[in-house]
T-cell receptor
Framework: KAGVTQTPRYLIKTRGQQVTLSCSPISGHRSVSWYQQTPGQGLQFLFEYFSETQRNKGNFPGRFSGRQFSNSRSEMNVSTLELGDSALYLC????????????FGPGTRLTVL | SQQGEEDPQALSIQEGENATMNCSYKTSINNLQWYRQNSGRGLVHLILIRSNEREKHSGRLRVTLDTSKKSSSLLITASRAADTASYFCATDNQAGTALIFGKGTTLSVSS
């Protein structure tokens, strides 16, 4: 099976802009979770989508949002970008629960100038 | 918030040596997982150990779990340069709705 794919791999944006990241899970996986990784805060859970519904949410402001399509592909959107949003954004999929084994994509490196 | 904390933060060893890293957590868990990350890439799942298990093996990896001490250890035997990476433990939060990752141990294996 093909692994989790994320596009784009690198992004450079300026403050105030918005960005959309895409994730395609492993075929057959219905749970897609998003994480933000920064040197200071480490890996933090953003949210999880399952069967097109947001099932769980971390402690991030409303500027961070996402959605999932019927084919389980997921997008994450960040509006009104801030410098502190610069991070590696990781997507992970699992067959059922997001606390089961997670299969991660390579990540999208977002730099906000 | 509940979070695994790895110890040490950094570890440098020679090829062929064993590497041991530890993880402590705060509240009861259903399972504990270990992941590896190579230099800014995605994480790779190594092993999952359930709360009713005490030890698990996978190739050169050995994981132990002591729920009474709320701690786990990851042992990599006969380390190779390719094992150079950051290693993270992850536990499910109390509500069972998310994985909480520690800050990781950076392992450097030199030849």
């Amino acid at each position: 099976k093909a692994g989790v794919t994320q596009t784009p791999r690198y992004l450079i944006k300026t403050r105030g802009q918005q960005v959309t990241l895409s994730c395609s899970p492993i075929s057959g996986h219905r749970s897609v979770s998003w994480y933000q990784q920064t040197p200071g805060q480490g890996l933090q859970f953003l949210f999880e989508y399952f069967s097109e519904t947001q099932r769980n949410k971390g402690n991030f402001p409303g500027r961070f949002s996402g959605r999932q399509f019927s084919n389980s592909r997921s997008e994450m959107n960040v509006s009104t970008l801030e410098l502190g949003d610069s991070a590696l954004y990781l997507c992970a999929s699992s067959s059922d629960r997001n606390t089961d084994t997670q299969y991660f994509g390579p990540g999208t490196r977002l730099t906000v100038l | 918030s509940q979070q695994g904390e790895e110890d040490p933060q950094a570890l440098s060893i020679q090829e062929g040596e064993n590497a041991t890293m530890n993880c402590s957590y705060k509240t009861s868990i259903n399972n504990l997982q270990w992941y590896r990350q190579n230099s800014g890439r995605g994480l790779v799942h190594l092993i999952l150990i359930r709360s009713n298990e005490r030890e698990k093996h996978s190739g050169r990896l050995r994981v132990t779990l002591d729920t009474s001490k709320k701690s786990s250890s990851l042992l990599i035997t006969a380390s190779r340069a390719a094992d150079t990476a950051s290693y993270f433990c992850a536990t499910d939060n109390q509500a069972g709705t998310a994985l909480i990752f520690g800050k990781g141990t950076t392992l450097s294996v030199s030849s």
